[in-house]
């Protein structure tokens, strides 16, 4: 069966930097967009950023375009995400999601086929 692990999460101070990794198994990762999502306490879960399967085209929500940037390895079915810069409104649970869909940018989170747990990220001021 697919699954979608995150790791890298944790504890950071404000300005601080976290490189988090999500690691699949169980699907032909090249043909899948992968995205990031995140969920603050009490917030429904907001799209973070995503990267095309294709060429490798990404997107990001305004809220964190210049301070993170996602990537990927399909040698090693892994997308990433290195976050810098981070703020206190940046703590969240965040999560990793695979989409089949073709569109050429993939934000909505009904679009995403498959889910991992979730990493808590928590940036302290």
């Known amino acids: 069966q697919v699954q979608l692990v995150e790791s890298g999460g944790g504890l950071v101070q404000a300005g601080g930097s976290l490189r988090l990794s999500c690691a699949a198994s169980?699907?032909?990762?090249?043909?899948?967009?992968m995205g990031w999502f995140r969920q603050a306490p009490g917030k429904e879960r907001e799209f973070v950023s995503t990267?095309?399967?294709?060429?490798?085209?990404?997107y990001y929500a305004d809220s964190v375009k210049g301070r993170f940037t996602i990537s990927r390895d399909n040698a090693k079915n892994t997308v990433y995400l290195q976050m810098n810069n981070l703020k206190p409104e940046d703590t969240a649970v965040y999560y990793c999601?695979?989409?089949?869909?073709?569109?050429?940018?993939?934000?909505?989170?009904?679009?995403?086929?498959?889910w991992g747990q979730g990493t808590q990220v928590t940036v302290s001021s």
């Open positions: 990267i095309n399967w294709r060429a490798g085209s990404t």
């Open positions: 169980g699907l032909t990762f090249s043909t899948y967009t």
């Open positions: 999601a695979a989409s089949a869909s073709p569109d050429r940018v993939v934000r909505r989170l009904e679009k995403y086929d498959y």
